[in-house]
């Protein structure tokens, strides 16, 4: 479970990112958080991570208050959370499954899990095939596909994907989608930070608006966006 009690976020000397949001997603749960550029999505992803600490209120994943997390704990919570940036930061002079290996190795992992996960992790995302071809061998799509796939190494309850489709064309996109509600059957909350309606048209699950840093709609599952 995912729950932020009254969290604020301000910086100085006054100004509000984030406004008294209330929010409770379920283990599982597949939602988009949508809304304007500005509008505070990319700051609670931020908090959910630790990236950022809120000026009040209280953030819970499951049993464990991260409010006021020690620095020390941050890399123990960062591993039970996978995220996806729209950068996708590969590293252009190692392979696609050096890459997503890479995210183990840093960790310590031994060579044997490596070769064991890496390859169950690109068939997930439908690379097991290009795993020796380097990201300039590949198109945007598939690119963006390693990063989902390096995010599931260390097998996170949570995925966080802050906008995935902001560099892809409409097929692609269809690809993501499939890729995340995938991750989703296996059971990972996923929540969709984006501003891509087709994307949020797609999925047809649960929607969380921001709008000025406060949840200004919380749509149930089946609901979605309509252009």
């Known amino acids: 479970m995912i729950y932020f009690k009254n969290v604020s976020k301000i910086y100085p000397p006054d100004v509000v990112a984030v406004k008294d949001v209330h929010l409770k997603i379920e283990p599982g749960e597949m939602v988009s958080i949508v809304g ?10 931020k908090l959910l991570i630790a990236e950022e600490r809120p000026s009040k209120g209280r953030i819970q994943i499951g049993d464990w208050d991260i409010t006021n997390i020690k620095v020390s704990e941050i890399p123990i919570l960062r591993r039970q959370i996978g995220v996806i940036f729209q950068d996708f930061k590969l590293l252009p002079k190692k392979t696609i499954f050096e890459n997503v290996a890479f995210a183990l190795e840093v960790c310590g992992a031994p060579d044997s899990r490596i070769k064991k996960i890496v390859p169950q992790i690109l068939e997930i995302v439908g690379l097991e095939k290009k795993m020796h071809r380097y990201p300039d061998e590949i198109s945007g799509g598939e690119q963006q596909r390693v990063v989902i796939a390096r995010s599931l190494v260390h097998a996170p309850k949570i995925v966080i994907a802050d906008e995935p489709s902001g560099n892809l064309d409409a097929i692609n996109t269809d690809e993501i ?3 995340f509600k995938k991750i989703n059957e296996l059971g990972t909350t996923v929540l969709l930070v984006t501003h891509n309606r087709e994307m949020v048209n797609a999925l047809r699950r649960r929607v969380v608006t921001i709008d000025r840093g406060s949840v200004s709609n919380d749509q149930a599952e089946g609901n979605f966006i309509r252009q």
């Open 36 to 45: 304007q550029s500005g509008a505070g999505k990319t700051t609670l992803v």
């Open 177 to 179: 989608v499939s890729i």
